[in-house]
């Protein structure tokens, strides 16, 4: 069962796709393969002056948490590189208790 995790604080992601890029260039995947994946959502009309438009990065099925940055003690290169400074990696435990302080965050759990 997975002990560990990503949370994603969705209301902050750029959209800047810095985070798909370091783990494309840490794991050397080929162009188009990568261990997360930033979303788009939008844009549409909701209201008068309200729009929807947020990016969701998600992690894929190649993402192993960085498990040869892990050894050496750093974390996931994607959340190392994100600029926005929304993800986050940790506990699942830990993770899960800070979903109720705001609204549009999401927990991948991720690994073993």
């Keep these: 069962m997975a002990q560990y995790g990503i949370l994603v604080d969705y209301e902050w992601c750029t959209g ?10 840490e794991h050397g ?7 997360i994946l930033v979303n788009e959502i ?6 008068e002056d309200v729009w929807q438009l947020a990016y969701m990065p998600v992690p894929t099925d190649q993402c192993d ?4 940055r892990q ?14 400074k ?16 705001k609204t549009k965050q999401a927990v991948f759990a991720l690994g073993e």
């Design 16 to 25: 800047c796709h810095s985070c798909e890029f370091a783990c494309q260039m």
């Design 29 to 35: 995947y080929p162009v188009g393969q990568t261990g």
């Design 42 to 47: 939008g844009p549409w009309k909701i209201d």
């Design 65 to 68: 948490l960085c498990a040869a």
């Design 71 to 84: 050894a050496l003690g750093k974390v996931p290169t994607c959340v190392q590189h994100c600029q926005a």
């Design 86 to 101: 929304c993800l986050e990696y940790g506990p699942l435990e830990e993770l899960n208790a800070k979903l109720a302080a």
